[in-house]
Structures are given as structure tokens and as C-alpha cells.
T-cell receptor, first 113, second 110 residues
Framework: KAGVTQTPRYLIKTRGQQVTLSCSPI?????VSWYQQTPGQGLQFLFE???????NKGNFPGRFSGRQFSNSRSEMNVSTLELGDSALYLC????????????FGPGTRLLVL | QKEVEQNSGPLSVPEGAIASLNCTYS??????FFWYRQYSGKSPELIMS????GDKEDGRFTAQLNKASQYVSLLIRDSQPSDSATYLC??????????FGAGTTVTVRA
């Protein structure tokens, strides 16, 4: 089975711009979660989607949003980028149970200048 | 207080030795625990999952869970230079998210 894929792998943006990241889960997985990883804060949960519905959301400002499509692919969007949004954004997929193993994609490294 | 805490490290062990990693959690509702390995510049990859009290072994890795003490550990036996990485402990409380510790960086000296 192919793993989780994320595009793009690298992005450079400037403050105030917006960005959209994409994630395709493992075939058959219906849950997609997003995490932000920074050296200072570690891995932090952004949100989780299952069957196009957001089931949980982390403690991030409203500039961070996401959605899931009927084929389980997911996108996250960050508007009005700030320098502090520079991070590795990781997508993980699972079958959809509340405590099931999540498998991570390679990540999108975002640099905000 | 973070939901998941890991012993700070970094941890340096000689090749062939046992590396011991520890993790505590604050949410008694947590039922599932995971150890991920993350090489520098890469994404986390799953090593072990553990759901019940006791030990779970997979090759050179043994995970231990003690729900009464809210404690999870990972032992790496016969450590190899390829085990040099950051190890992340994560817990889940049936709320569709993983709560991660800060990670412990392990260096295996040849």
C-alpha cells in the first residue's frame, strides 16, 4: 500500500500571504489529522477529519483551517501568515477509530519570511 | 502541565547497550500509547503501540505500560547506530488526536 502523501514538500512564503497544503491518506483510511511541529513547541495537534467532518480541533487561531473531501483527501489552509507559522506540517491517516494508530506523511516544510 | 512528559535526555549509549526511554501522562482517560521514531529532517514513523498494562515486545524493542502509575517506557536492546534518532511518546484518549511528548534524542556511540 502506498503511504500518506503530502504536497508540496517545501514552501517559502512571506508574511501576510496564505498557503494551502494537501494530504492524501493511505488507501482505505478515512481519518486525516494535521499536526504542526516546531523546535520550541514540538508536535501539536491542529485538527482531525473523518468523512468530511471535523471531529476535533487543537488550540490554534482561526487562521488555521482545514477540510476533507469525499475521497478522504484533505487540505489545510493558513491565512495571513506570520513568521511563527514556519514549521513542519505533518498529516497522519488512520482507519478512523478514536485511538487507532496514525501513520504520518513526509510533511510539508513551510518557511515564512 | 503537558499531557505527556518525556525524560529530557539527550541519551547517549554505547553500541550494544540498552537504551531506556520513559514517558508519563496526566490524562487518566488515555487508553492507547505509541512510540514513534523520528530521524532528523524526516517525519515520525511508528515503532510500537501499546494498549494494555504490561510488556509488549517487537524485535529489539519492548514497550511497557503501567496505567496505575500513568507511565510508559520503551527499551531498545542491543542498540545500533541506526537507532540514533528522536523518540516520541504519544497518548490518545479516544478523542481522535495524539498528544505528544517533547521527545528524547538518542545517540548510539559506535
Amino acid at each position: 500500500k502506498a503511504g500518506v502523501t503530502q504536497t508540496p514538500r517545501y514552501l517559502i512564503k512571506t508574511r501576510g500571504q496564505q498557503v494551502t497544503l494537501s494530504c492524501s491518506p493511505i488507501s482505505g483510511h478515512r481519518s486525516v489529522s494535521w499536526y504542526q511541529q516546531t523546535p520550541g513547541q514540538g508536535l501539536q495537534f491542529l485538527f482531525e477529519y473523518f468523512s468530511e467532518t471535523q471531529r476535533n480541533k487543537g488550540n490554534f487561531p482561526g487562521r488555521f483551517s482545514g477540510r476533507q473531501f469525499s475521497n478522504s483527501r484533505s487540505e489545510m489552509n493558513v491565512s495571513t501568515l506570520e513568521l511563527g507559522d514556519s514549521a513542519l506540517y505533518l498529516c497522519a491517516s488512520s482507519s478512523g477509530g478514536g485511538e487507532e494508530t496514525q501513520y504520518f506523511g513526509p510533511g510539508t516544510r513551510l518557511l515564512v519570511l | 502541565q503537558k499531557e505527556v512528559e518525556q525524560n529530557s535526555g539527550p541519551l547517549s549509549v554505547p553500541e550494544g547497550a540498552i537504551a531506556s526511554l520513559n514517558c508519563t501522562y496526566s490524562d487518566r482517560g488515555s487508553q492507547s500509547f505509541f512510540w514513534y521514531r523520528q530521524y532528523s529532517g524526516k517525519s515520525p514513523e511508528l515503532i510500537m503501540s501499546i494498549y494494555s498494562n504490561g510488556d509488549k515486545e517487537d524485535g529489539r524493542f519492548t514497550a511497557q505500560l503501567n496505567k496505575a502509575s500513568q507511565y510508559v517506557s520503551l527499551l531498545i536492546r542491543d542498540s545500533q547506530p541506526s537507532d540514533s534518532a528522536t523518540y516520541l511518546c504519544a497518548g490518545s484518549s479516544n478523542d481522535y488526536k495524539l498528544s505528544f511528548g517533547a521527545g528524547t534524542t538518542v545517540t548510539v556511540r559506535a
